[in-house]
C-alpha cells in the first residue's frame, strides 16, 4: 500500500497535469524568462484592456456606441468615468487599474482624445 504522503502527492502531480497545458508541466525550465512577451505591438495594458471590454462590455452596446457621431463620452475624464460607471452598473468589481485598461484601450482604439 502506498504510504498517505506519495498518494497525496500522486493526487496533486495528477490534479496539476490535468489544470495545466502539458508543456508547463514537462518542460523543464522555460528558456528566456517570460518579463518580456513582445509577441504583440500594442502595449500589455492595452492588450489586457481590450480583453476585459471584449469579455464584460459587448453585452448592451457593441463597439459602435464608441464610434457613433453623436456620442456621449467628450474628453479622457469623461471616458474614465462612462467606463467605471458602465463597470458600476454591471457590478463586476473591477480594480482601479482594470478601468484605467479598458479605458486606455477604449481611448486608443476609438476615442483618439490627447
Ligand atoms: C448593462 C448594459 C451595459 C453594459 C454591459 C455596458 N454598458 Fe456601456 N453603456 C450602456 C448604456 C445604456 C450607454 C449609453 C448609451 C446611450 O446613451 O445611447 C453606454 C455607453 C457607454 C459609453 C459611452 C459611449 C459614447 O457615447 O461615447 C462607453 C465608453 C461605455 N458604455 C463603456 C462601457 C464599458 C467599458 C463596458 C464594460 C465595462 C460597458 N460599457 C458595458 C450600457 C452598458
Avoid at 505591438?41 to 492588450?47: G, L, R, Y
Avoid at 467606463?83 to 479605458?103: M, P, Q, S, Y
Amino acid at each position: 500500500m502506498l504510504p498517505l504522503r506519495s498518494a497525496a502527492s500522486l493526487a496533486l502531480r495528477l490534479a496539476l497535469a490535468a489544470a495545466l497545458p502539458a508543456a508547463a508541466v514537462d518542460a523543464p525550465a522555460p528558456a528566456a524568462p517570460a518579463a518580456s512577451p513582445a509577441a504583440s505591438s500594442a502595449a500589455p495594458e492595452t492588450a489586457k484592456g481590450k480583453a476585459l471590454a471584449d469579455q464584460s462590455c459587448v453585452k448592451c452596446h457593441g463597439t459602435e456606441v464608441y464610434t457613433r457621431a453623436d456620442r456621449k463620452v467628450t474628453s479622457r475624464d469623461g471616458l474614465e468615468r462612462q467606463v467605471r460607471r458602465c463597470e458600476t452598473a454591471l457590478g463586476l468589481r473591477w480594480f482601479e487599474d482594470d478601468i484605467k485598461d479598458v479605458a486606455g484601450y477604449l481611448n486608443s482604439h476609438y476615442y483618439h482624445f490627447k
